[in-house]
């Protein structure tokens, strides 16, 4: 749900995917596979993710480490109720409860447009 609105950038796509499976633990190359990013690009976010304490390491197996959400970050806490509010208003759009709010950013402007 964060790629929608916040776009594809790599810590994006690792964030979106630990929200959507926030009760599981994953090594580094499969949250590369889920998150659609190279391994190189995993091992160059995954510090900063760990040192601010999105992620955690869960458990080591023999020389693998696993990973997980941080589920008390007071940051991370803050990001589910965002990916809560957006699948929300997604859903209600769908369903054309509600208009767009959300504007996309025209390539060759920068100006807002609505979706």
Same mark, same amino acid.
């Given at each position: 749900?964060?790629?929608?609105?916040?776009? +594809?950038?790599?810590? %994006?796509?690792?964030?979106?995917? !630990?929200?959507?499976? &926030?009760? !599981? &633990?994953? /090594?580094?190359?499969?949250?590369?596979?889920?998150? $659609?990013?190279?391994? *190189?690009? %995993?091992?160059?976010?995954?510090?900063?993710?760990?040192?601010?304490? @999105?992620?955690? =390491?869960?458990? +080591? @197996?023999?020389? @693998?480490?696993?990973?997980?959400? #941080?589920? =008390? #970050?007071? %940051?991370?806490? =803050?990001?589910?109720?965002? #990916? !809560?509010?957006? *699948?929300? #208003?997604?859903? &209600?759009?769908? /369903? $054309?409860?509600?208009?767009?709010? @959300?504007?996309?950013?025209? *390539?060759?402007?920068?100006? $807002?447009?609505?979706?």
């Amino acid at each position: 749900m964060l790629v929608d609105v916040l776009g +594809k950038n790599p810590e %994006v796509r690792i964030l979106d995917h !630990f929200l959507l499976h &926030e009760d !599981f &633990e994953y /090594t580094k190359s499969e949250i590369a596979k889920y998150a $659609g990013i190279s391994r *190189a690009t %995993v091992y160059g976010k995954l510090p900063a993710m760990l040192s601010n304490g @999105i992620l955690v =390491e869960s458990k +080591k @197996i023999g020389k @693998i480490v696993l990973y997980r959400l #941080n589920l =008390e #970050n007071p %940051v991370v806490k =803050e990001l589910r109720t965002l #990916n !809560f509010q957006i *699948a929300r #208003n997604m859903a &209600e759009v769908a /369903t $054309g409860h509600i208009k767009p709010t @959300i504007k996309k950013v025209s *390539a060759s402007s920068g100006v $807002g447009v609505p979706a």
